[in-house]
């Protein structure tokens, strides 16, 4: 699978619409690309007739190939503001191999002047995108878009989602038969709730065929405008879906749930509240300090640091998806004011010829220059504003924030209630949720759903104490700005990073110790810090005049960042751990044993921890996932990639491979 796919080719027709110069191909119907899409798509799904019946509070998902401009994402939308009762939320997934530059969507888009309140959101969130799974959330978390960047042959077979409408929009079949194959026609199938539907403005016949072989009833009907027919129909009775592994199975919805406690008021905890808020939950956030962000994320500056691999591993996609869902959070939270974060761009320096060409290896998988691309040493010392004596990865929207006001950003919502000085030191089922106690018994907060957000502390509770979780000392050193420091105008990654001054300071680390677990500033520590600071950028290292700078009275602040053994997080439902290993047992004997016994789940507790050093650009996505495994909508992460983050992949592993976790 590429990392990142080609933009989409654009011609514009003389009356302005965007037509494909690789499929030759129009994007929409010549006529009204707007009324085709309501006549082929909501019509025919019958959504208007579906979304007025729907109960107060319910979910509706929407999956479509080929997002093209956007324009059915945002008719369907439109038509669900106005009839979708209140605290509705409409997930719409669409698949898109070649991505509009933001450049082109906004022209594109320009054509329906109608669609306006809706499009202007989307364009206010739309990079030129990389590949993988992107997300987007509207209008207070009402509608939900998932794009899943890539081939769809490469992307359905990685979603988790239940869908009750198809838009099976795509080039025509003629011009692009590599997209309708049976193999399309069976995904939709396995993702397909009971009566699902599809429309398509095609009517021709191996479509027609294709789909009711996969199980789909078919039926013809008047096309739009000149098209004498389209293709409508319904999957009545979906087949039995495959074997898939159990203990990665949804844990069943939340139907009825509808309050949730947090433990942990870091990053994690606090996107996680939010997350789970913007759904209509109703969130305690339990914290032992006065307030959030006292710990690990409470650092005056972190940074999007977008770690990236050459090759798509779980970490390397989880770390792509997560970055740019941040970058959207940040967008909509914050104030760009340089106090609580500044987009100046990040880069990532070589270390050595190794290490370059393995930059220079992932600078070559296609990325949009907007997100990333390969800058040589000259360029990167005029992006820097201080002399580098090497090149990297120059991320142009990455930068630094001020954890403390993003949590205090995603804390701020009617339905979230902080109570900070108390420290949950039990959790215990109840019948019909959890109960968090604190030192002496006495009940802090009860909930039908509870997220151990505690980082590697989310031990001491005993459902989660099997989970191998690490914590790992890192201190930061806060460095005096100088009139020279201040022309760095970027942040600086290599072994370290220093940032761009905020206010009056600089801050540079981070040192990883495993040997001590307090959080007492070290003299030793700001020296390994400010060693950094030559590799960095011996410019830079002159201008806050290092030399004459004394560790020993150096501000400094350390703190435990929470690790596990293969780097992943732990994000996800949690299980009965004794009753897990007996009962899947026999997979000490036989590892690919198709076996079906449910997982042993406890019933609405979920971990959110071990986001290492990474937690600022890791929280928010994470918290949309433990969102959509509570509330059974799309994952916002390809299944491969959410199981590897998944709380049971130690279990499991302890089972297969016979004692050893990772
Ligand atoms: N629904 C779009 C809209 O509202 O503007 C129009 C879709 S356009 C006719 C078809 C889209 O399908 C193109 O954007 C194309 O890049 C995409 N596409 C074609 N083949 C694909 C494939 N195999 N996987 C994913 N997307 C594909």
């Known amino acids: 699978m590429t990392t990142s796919p080609s933009q989409a080719d654009l011609t514009w027709t003389d009356d302005g619409q965007p037509f494909s110069a690789a499929f030759a191909d129009v994007y929409f119907s010549r006529d009204s690309g707007l009324e085709e899409t309501r006549h082929v798509f909501l019509h025919h799904n019958r959504l208007a007739q579906r979304w007025a019946a729907l109960p107060a509070g319910s979910a509706f ?135 699902a539907t599809v429309a398509t403005f095609t009517s021709v016949g191996e479509v027609r065929r294709g789909l009711q072989a996969a199980g789909f009833t078919m039926y013809k009907v008047k096309g739009y405008g000149r098209k004498r027919e389209m293709l409508a129909g319904e999957l009545a009775q979906p087949n039995p879906p495959p074997w898939s592994a159990p203990w990665y199975a949804r844990p069943g919805a939340a139907a009825a749930r509808r309050t949730a406690m947090v433990i942990g008021a870091g990053l994690a905890g606090c996107s996680t509240a939010y997350a789970l808020a913007q759904r209509g939950w109703s969130v305690t956030v339990i914290e032992r300090h006065p307030s959030e962000a006292q710990e690990a994320s409470g650092n005056p500056q972190g940074i999007l640091y977008c770690k990236l691999s050459a090759h798509p591993t779980a970490l390397s996609r989880f770390v792509q998806a997560s970055y740019a869902y941040c970058l959207r959070v940040l967008r909509q939270r914050l104030t760009l004011d340089g106090s609580s974060w500044d987009a100046c761009g990040i880069l990532q320096l070589t270390a050595d010829e190794k290490d370059a060409a393995r930059l220079q290896a992932i600078a070559g998988n296609g990325y949009p220059a907007s997100f990333l691309r390969w800058v040589d040493a000259t360029e990167a010392s005029e992006v820097a504003g201080v002399t580098l004596a090497r090149g990297g990865l120059h991320f142009p929207g990455g930068g630094w924030v001020h954890p403390p006001a993003l949590c205090r950003a995603l804390l701020d919502h009617p339905d979230i209630t902080l109570l900070p000085c108390h420290e949950a030191m039990q959790l215990r089922q109840q019948p019909g949720g959890w109960e968090a106690l604190d030192a002496a018994g006495h009940t802090l907060a009860r909930a039908e759903a509870a997220i151990v957000c505690a980082a590697a502390d989310s031990r001491r509770f005993s459902p989660t104490e099997h989970l191998p979780l690490k914590a790992i000392r890192g201190q930061i050193t806060h460095v005096p700005a100088t009139p020279a420091s201040r022309a760095l105008r970027s942040v600086l990654c290599a072994e370290g990073y220093v940032s761009p001054a905020r206010g009056d300071e600089h801050h540079v680390g981070a040192s990883f110790r495993f040997d001590r677990i307090d959080c007492a500033p070290s003299v030793e520590e700001n020296r390994s810090n400010l060693e950094l600071l030559p590799s960095l950028s011996g410019n830079f290292a002159e201008a806050v005049e290092v030399a004459s700078l004394d560790p020993a009275r150096l501000q400094a602040r350390a703190a435990l960042r929470c690790t596990t053994p293969d780097y992943l997080p732990v994000v996800g439902p949690v299980v009965d751990a004794a009753t897990f290993k007996a009962r899947y047992a026999v997979l000490r004997k036989d590892a690919a044993r198709q076996l079906d016994t449910p997982a042993p789940w406890l019933e609405g507790l979920y971990v959110n921890a071990a986001h290492g050093s990474r937690g600022l650009l890791s929280a928010p996505l994470s918290g949309e996932l433990i969102a959509a495994w509570l509330e059974n909508e799309p994952l916002p992460l390809p299944r491969p990639v959410a199981e590897a983050v998944h709380p049971s992949r130690f279990l499991l592993r302890e089972l297969i491979r016979g004692g050893k976790r990772n």
Request: charge should be negative; aromatic fraction near 12%; charged fraction near 20%.
């Open 61 to 195: 998902c929407i999956a479509e190939t080929g997002f093209g401009t956007g324009l059915n994402f945002l008719c369907a939308w439109q038509l669900w503001d106005r009839l979708a009762p209140p605290g509705c939320r409409l997930h719409f997934v669409s698949t898109e191999k070649f991505p509009l530059s933001r450049d082109d969507l906004q022209r594109a888009l320009a054509l329906w002047p109608e669609l306006r309140t809706w499009s202007a959101q989307l364009l206010d969130q739309y990079e030129d995108l990389a590949g993988g799974w992107q997300r987007f959330r509207f209008g207070g978390g009402r509608a939900t878009l998932t794009l899943l960047i890539g081939d769809l042959h490469e992307t359905l077979p990685q979603l988790e989602a239940t869908v009750d409408a198809w838009f099976l929009d795509g080039f025509a079949p003629a011009k692009n038969p590599d997209m309708w194959r049976p193999q399309l026609y069976q995904q939709m199938v396995r993702l397909s709730a009971a009566g």
